[in-house]
């Protein structure tokens, strides 16, 4: 199954409707195929993640309400029973990083932005899941750059694990992802 994320615009980020309507579908998805691809119709970015405006503009027990389901959403594709990879063409920081790294497999257009954690860098601590997860992909000396919200270009995501390869445009990126499940079917 295929998941085109089309969220908030401009960076294609999540109110905590819309990480709600993300995690039915991906749930959803694993139920009804044998995996699941990631992708975003927006070219420039994978995802921001949770959206600022929305949370600024909510009240405390909102926001609360949204940053929690966000970590929790994490546990939940982290333990999701079928396979599932993220074609990543654009940015992927904050939010868009933790659901990247949630994924199994990450590939990463070469043109892409950046890919990381940037919580840090507006105030907000990063959970010990997260930084968990991190341990389970990169290579351990790289994840505290990660904690501190260093971004990273394609190349250098993919000299630290952060992502599995790096495709030259969107059809090799996606020929590159369709690949994988096909190693991962015939297993």
Same mark, same amino acid.
């Given at each position: 199954?295929?998941?085109?994320?089309?969220?908030? /615009? /401009?960076?294609? $980020?999540?109110?905590?409707?819309?990480?709600?309507?993300?995690?039915?579908?991906?749930?959803?998805?694993?139920?009804?195929?044998?995996?699941?691809?990631?992708?975003?119709?927006?070219?420039?970015? &994978?995802?921001?993640?949770? +959206? !600022?405006? &929305?949370?600024?503009?909510?009240?405390? =027990?909102?926001?609360?309400?949204?940053? $929690?389901?966000?970590?929790?959403? %994490?546990?939940?594709?982290?333990?999701?029973?079928?396979?599932?990879?993220?074609?990543? #063409?654009? %940015?992927?920081?904050?939010?868009?990083?933790?659901?990247?790294? @949630? #994924? +199994? %497999?990450?590939?990463?257009?070469?043109? #892409?932005?950046?890919?990381?954690?940037?919580?840090? @860098?507006?105030?907000?601590? *990063?959970?010990?899941?997260?930084?968990? !997860?991190?341990?389970?992909?990169?290579?351990?000396? =790289?994840?505290?750059?990660?904690?501190?919200? $260093?971004?990273?270009? /394609?190349?250098? @995501? *993919?000299?630290? !694990? *952060?992502?599995?390869?790096?495709?030259? +445009?969107?059809?090799?990126?996606? #020929?590159?992802? *369709?690949?994988?499940?096909? !190693?991962?079917?015939?297993?």
């Amino acid at each position: 199954g295929v998941l085109t994320l089309d969220t908030l /615009p /401009p960076n294609n $980020t999540f109110n905590l409707e819309l990480l709600g309507q993300f995690m039915e579908k991906m749930e959803e998805l694993c139920s009804s195929h044998d995996g699941v691809l990631v992708a975003s119709s927006n070219p420039k970015f &994978f995802s921001n993640g949770l +959206d !600022g405006s &929305f949370l600024l503009k909510a009240d405390k =027990a909102l926001r609360k309400e949204t940053v $929690t389901q966000m970590i929790r959403a %994490y546990g939940r594709l982290v333990r999701l029973p079928k396979p599932w990879i993220v074609e990543i #063409a654009g %940015y992927a920081m904050a939010g868009g990083a933790v659901i990247s790294s @949630a #994924a +199994d %497999y990450r590939y990463m257009l070469s043109t #892409a932005g950046r890919i990381g954690f940037s919580e840090l @860098a507006v105030g907000l601590p *990063l959970p010990l899941c997260y930084i968990h !997860g991190m341990h389970r992909i990169v290579q351990p000396s =790289a994840v505290r750059s990660l904690i501190e919200g $260093t971004a990273y270009k /394609p190349d250098e @995501a *993919l000299a630290i !694990g *952060l992502i599995d390869g790096i495709a030259e +445009d969107t059809e090799k990126l996606r #020929a590159m992802c *369709l690949k994988r499940f096909d !190693g991962i079917f015939r297993m």
